[in-house]
């Protein structure tokens, strides 16, 4: 008797637990804040636009080149991180769009394989020639 009283004391305690628990709202993770580099960025007239266009280093410090370029010139960037110039051969079209760059600085990542273009003297990824041409072509002066 002893025993059948334990096991139901037991199961109650179980099934009291096991309520409590299930009936808890479930903990939502702490909402973060934007990342800056993501804001829209509202043109003020008479500026000289300037996109950013790079890998998670290029993110980093977004900000702090608006900061430093605020007054002076805005400031943009594509609302992901670009990644390696192979994505930006799949996006350039969308991140350079309609509008006109007075400079446009990209920061793709070191880890694609180099190559050094000997007229130029400028280190290319294998990517890189495909997205100064469609620069030129868009009568951009990439530098």
Not at 61 to 90: D, F, I, Q, S, W
Request: glycine share 6%.
């Amino acid at each position: 008797m002893k025993l059948h009283i334990l096991t139901i004391a037991t199961l109650i305690a179980l099934i009291v637990t096991t309520t409590a628990v299930a009936q808890q709202p479930t903990k939502q993770p702490p909402k973060r804040n934007p990342n800056p580099a993501f804001a829209q960025v509202e043109d003020v007239p008479g500026l000289p636009r300037v996109l950013l266009i790079g890998d998670s280093i290029s993110i980093g410090y977004t900000a702090h080149v608006r900061a430093m370029l605020k007054g002076v010139a805005n400031v943009h960037r594509p609302l992901t991180n670009c990644g390696p110039t192979t994505r930006g051969l799949e996006n350039i079209d969308a991140w350079l769009g309609d509008g006109k760059w007075d400079v446009i600085h990209f920061n793709w990542g070191y880890m694609i394989s180099n190559t050094w273009d000997r007229t130029t003297k400028i280190l290319l990824t294998p990517t890189m020639p495909v997205v100064i041409n469609k620069c030129q072509v868009m009568n951009m002066n990439p530098i």
